[in-house]
């Protein structure tokens, strides 16, 4: 084997392993909340269920809203909490949602991407996001007003719902 071959040989066995160190799929992408669009919340969130061989959820507005209240719940209050007073069940209700519901929340993710693998992370909160049961859903981001000292800084709220029939 001359001393070109080899040197094609090692450069080709390297990058076959950087490959493999490599994410499979695109990169991640790092979405701050000043650049949350729906568009990008759905292919985040619907990215993440289609990876682990899940059917994409429709964006909500009732549910969004609902997530929206809690997430402003959370930063005004400066805690990380599924009731601060006001149940799920009172929130989508006062935004006219009717049917199942799951929230996740989560504090101190300067992305959606940290928010979302933070709930992956986690057994019961990668059960809600990936769940079957549920068809569609809400998300809503606050942070803790300028100048407050506070523990997390900024919260996240996911709200996803779907038939009561799907829970029978």
Same mark, same amino acid.
């Given at each position: 084997?001359?001393?070109?071959?080899?040197? %094609?040989?090692?450069?080709?066995?390297?990058?076959?392993?950087?490959?493999?160190?490599?994410?499979?799929?695109?990169?991640?992408?790092?979405?701050?909340?000043?650049?949350?669009?729906?568009?990008? &919340?759905?292919?985040? &969130?619907?990215?993440? $269920? =289609?990876?682990?061989? $899940?059917?994409? #959820?429709?964006?909500?507005?009732?549910?969004?809203?609902?997530?929206? $209240?809690?997430?402003? #719940?959370?930063?005004?209050?400066?805690?990380?909490?599924?009731?601060?007073?006001?149940? #799920? %069940? =009172? %929130?989508?209700?006062?935004?006219?949602?009717?049917?199942?519901?799951?929230?996740?929340?989560?504090?101190?993710? =300067?992305?959606?991407?940290?928010? &979302? =693998?933070?709930?992956?992370?986690?057994?019961?909160?990668?059960?809600?996001?990936?769940?079957?049961?549920?068809?569609?859903?809400?998300?809503?981001?606050?942070?803790?007003?300028?100048?407050?000292?506070? $523990?997390?800084? &900024?919260?996240?709220?996911?709200?996803?719902?779907?038939?009561?029939?799907?829970?029978?």
């Amino acid at each position: 084997m001359t001393s070109l071959s080899r040197r %094609r040989l090692l450069a080709g066995s390297a990058l076959l392993l950087l490959a493999a160190c490599s994410p499979a799929g695109p990169p991640l992408t790092r979405t701050s909340p000043a650049e949350l669009s729906t568009a990008s &919340i759905m292919a985040a &969130i619907n990215g993440v $269920r =289609q990876a682990n061989g $899940r059917e994409p #959820l429709s964006y909500n507005g009732k549910l969004a809203a609902a997530a929206r $209240r809690q997430a402003d #719940l959370m930063a005004s209050r400066d805690q990380l909490s599924h009731n601060l007073g006001v149940t #799920l %069940r =009172q %929130r989508v209700t006062d935004a006219g949602y009717v049917g199942a519901v799951g929230e996740n929340v989560a504090g101190g993710q =300067q992305t959606l991407e940290a928010a &979302i =693998q933070g709930w992956l992370d986690s057994p019961s909160h990668r059960s809600t996001l990936l769940s079957d049961k549920f068809t569609e859903f809400g998300l809503a981001v606050a942070r803790v007003p300028a100048g407050r000292k506070s $523990r997390y800084g &900024i919260y996240w709220a996911f709200v996803a719902g779907g038939d009561f029939a799907a829970w029978l």
